[in-house]
């Protein structure tokens, strides 16, 4: 069983900046595709971006390109999704998640391991 933990989401107002932490174990950070996905109430999981930490260049979906940045810290077995300029529609469930693979999907239907979330709340 993979292991994610998701850290960092709090609130922050609006034109902000967030650094949210996704710790996996050894196995999962070495072995798979994380990806960074949100959801917001009301609305479907959608993709920010994946990385096969192996490789290390990350991808993005259209939600997350220009103000999300992925990166990574090997010897912590860590993926960051750093947030900016962040306005009230990026109030959502943030989820890191993986899949046993080395071209990262960015669609969360693909993915097979989930963390429990950590919640981004902006305010105006």
């Known amino acids: 069983q993979e292991q994610l933990a998701e850290s960092g989401g709090g609130s922050v107002q609006a034109g902000g900046s967030l650094r949210l932490s996704c710790v996996a174990s050894?196995?999962?950070?070495?072995?798979?595709?994380l990806g960074w996905f949100r959801q917001a109430p009301g609305k479907e999981r959608e993709g920010i971006g994946a990385?096969?930490?192996?490789?290390?260049?990350?991808y993005y979906a259209d939600s997350g390109a220009g103000r999300f940045t992925i990166s990574q810290d090997d010897g912590k077995n860590t993926l960051y999704l750093h947030l900016s300029n962040l306005t009230i529609d990026d109030s959502a469930m943030y989820y890191c998640?993986?899949?046993?693979?080395?071209?990262?999907?960015?669609?969360?239907?693909?993915?097979?391991?989930w963390g429990q979330g950590t919640q981004v709340t902006v305010s105006s």
């Open positions: 998640a993986a899949v046993p693979r080395v071209r990262c999907p960015l669609g969360p239907e693909e993915y097979k391991y």
């Open positions: 990385m096969y930490p192996y490789v290390g260049v990350a």
């Open positions: 050894e196995e999962t950070y070495r072995r798979n595709c």
